[in-house]
Each structure stands twice: as structure tokens, then as C-alpha cells.
């Protein structure tokens, strides 16, 4: 007897071979989850140290370091706005051992302006959500704008003129302050730096007049007194800046600009060991000490399960690329 398909004929003994290789790879996949993890685990960051992603992967390497008893090192891969490190854990093994921390930009935003090797909603397994929070406009405190409303007229008068700090093209930031200058009719010039933390040295330095950026990053400073926050770019105000306004309500209604910070596996990560990221993570983000350390530097934990991450994706990946085709960002 034999089987017929796509116009070839299948004998019974090759069908039986491919099923039986099929069982025993799918098998083989299920014993290693079962004894994952034997070995180290490694977080790609694909930015450099210091800004809110890594600070927050290296808090989750940690616990799950104390969690499994194994090692989990972060391996900061900064390189042409964190492709470079995405696409290393997109063609990883899929066997749970390397992973990615990294911001909503990497794969919502980069894609759509530059050449990617990877298919961000086909070649990555979202695992969980660590954080969110809203981008923040801060100023240096001899920049003369002190709100939305003002920094709009500022920059209608003197067109060119204004420069803000962003870090690096292909992040939330860099779409968002497009579309900031698309949405107030204004023409501030974005300048990128090196992450998050060449930002805040231009800021500190003077080299800018204003960024927008993290609240974690930015927050402490603000709360300092070593720069000023003119707006925040979320719904609604949070609870480290509650004196510092939303963006549309000071001056631009209808403009919100929301970072998030997810983990991912590669395609093809047993879903054991997927859930078992992901029941861990939610604990470690269930911790108060983790919760109160977030909120105090403007974060929101975030938490659900790999379905809310995956939902989040698919939805700022369209969101981000209406934007970038409407603005007509550039990765310049």
C-alpha cells in the first residue's frame, strides 16, 4: 500500500520512517525540557549597560539565577539599534539556554526602518512582559520651555533650532519624537546618542536642550533637580512624577509614546520550559521589593502570560509602522 501526496507516491515503510524521526525528535525536545536547566543561562540585552532594559534584565537574571540554581549571565550585544544581538537569539538553539531582554523598539520599530534578518512576529517566543512605561520629555534647567505648550510656540518661533536627545535611531524614542514633531507642526531636531546613558550625559552636559527618554533612566535626575520634566507621554501621570502632566493634557492631545521591556525565546522553545520562564518571571515580578523598585523609578511591572506579550507585539509592530510610514522616519 501506498500514500499519495503533492504528486509523489509515499511507500508505507518511508511514511512510518518520517513519523517515527518526527516522535522521536518531538521525544528528544520533551526530555530536554524536563531537565532544563542543567547548565548556564544566558540574557541577550541587545543595548548598552546602564539604561532602564539592562537594569531590569540583570534584576530578572538574578532572581532566576537564585530560582533555578544555575547561573544567568546578561550579555549587553549593543550594536545597530539591537538587531545585531535579536537576530543572535532568533537563530539560538531553541532549547531555553539563550534568551532576550529587550525594549518594545527592537522588534516593533527597527524592523520597519532598516533591513532586519529576522521576522519579528514569526522568529521570536515571547515569554513574558517585564515592565511598561511612558517616554518622558525632560529639558536641562536653562532650557527656557517649561511645558508642552510652551515648548510648541518655543519651537515654532525658532524652527531648527531645537535639538533633542534620543537613544539611538530605530527606538521608541526616535519615532516618538517624529511623531511629536508631526503631530505639534514643529520642527525640533532629533540627535541620537549611544542608549540611554549617552543621553543623560548630553543632557547634564548642555550638549541638547531636551531629551525625551525612560522615566527609569531619566527619573532620578529629575527628582534631583538636575533636569526638569516638561510632560510625560503616557494616559495618564504616574506615581514617581505625579506633579509632572501627560503630554495631552499640557498641550498635545492625542499623543502617547509607551516603552516596554519583554523577554524571548527562539522559535521552537519547548512550551515547558516557556512556561516555566514565564510562571518565574511573574513571581519575581510579584516580589514587592521588585514592584515598589519599579514604581519608584516610573515603571509599571507587567506580568500575564506569554499570550499578553504576544498581543502587545503584534500590536505596536503595526501600530509603530503606521507612524513610521506616516512621519517618514529615517534611519539617518
Request: aromatic content about 6%; proline content about 8%.
Amino acid at each position: 500500500m501506498s500514500l499519495k501526496t503533492g504528486g509523489r507516491t509515499i511507500g508505507r515503510r518511508t511514511f512510518a520512517a518520517a513519523a517515527s524521526s518526527t516522535t522521536v525528535a518531538l521525544l528528544s525536545r520533551r526530555a530536554r525540557a524536563q531537565g532544563w536547566p542543567a547548565r548556564t543561562l544566558r540574557i541577550v540585552v541587545p543595548v548598552p549597560p546602564g539604561g532602564s532594559t539592562d537594569i531590569y534584565a540583570r534584576i530578572i537574571a538574578a532572581n532566576l539565577s537564585e530560582r533555578f540554581g544555575q547561573t544567568v549571565v546578561v550579555e549587553n550585544r549593543p550594536s545597530a539599534g539591537g538587531i545585531v544581538g535579536a537576530g543572535t537569539v532568533a537563530r539560538a538553539e531553541a532549547d531555553g539556554y539563550t534568551l532576550l531582554a529587550c525594549a518594545n523598539s527592537v522588534l516593533t520599530v527597527t524592523p520597519s526602518i532598516q533591513k532586519v534578518d529576522f521576522d519579528p512576529l514569526r522568529d521570536f517566543a515571547p515569554v513574558a512582559l517585564i515592565y511598561e512605561s511612558p517616554l518622558v520629555f525632560v529639558g536641562t534647567n536653562t532650557f527656557p520651555p517649561a511645558t508642552i505648550k510652551e515648548l510648541i510656540d518655543f519651537a515654532k518661533a525658532k524652527p531648527g533650532e531645537v535639538n533633542l536627545a534620543y537613544p539611538g535611531n530605530g527606538t521608541t524614542n526616535h519615532v516618538a519624537a517624529a511623531l511629536f514633531n508631526h503631530m505639534a507642526g514643529v520642527d525640533i531636531v532629533p540627535v541620537p546618542y549611544a542608549g540611554n546613558a549617552g543621553v543623560v550625559n548630553a543632557l547634564l552636559r548642555g550638549d541638547v536642550h531636551m531629551a525625551i527618554d525612560s522615566i527609569p533612566t531619566s527619573g532620578p535626575l529629575i527628582r534631583d533637580g538636575k533636569v526638569r520634566a516638561l510632560a510625560v507621554a503616557g494616559p495618564r501621570r504616574v506615581a514617581m512624577l505625579p506633579d509632572v502632566p501627560t503630554v495631552a493634557e499640557s498641550g498635545l492631545p492625542g499623543y502617547e509614546a509607551i516603552f516596554w521591556n519583554g523577554v524571548f525565546a527562539p522559535p521552537g522553545t519547548p512550551q515547558e520550559i516557556i512556561s516555566r520562564l514565564n510562571t518565574e518571571i511573574q513571581t519575581i515580578l510579584r516580589q514587592p521589593g521588585v514592584i515598589e523598585q519599579m514604581r519608584e523609578s516610573g515603571a509599571e511591572p507587567g506580568g500575564g502570560g506569554p499570550e499578553v506579550l504576544a498581543r502587545r507585539l503584534a500590536a505596536d509592530y503595526e501600530t509603530w509602522g503606521q507612524v513610521i510610514r506616516t512621519s517618514g522616519v529615517r534611519n539617518e
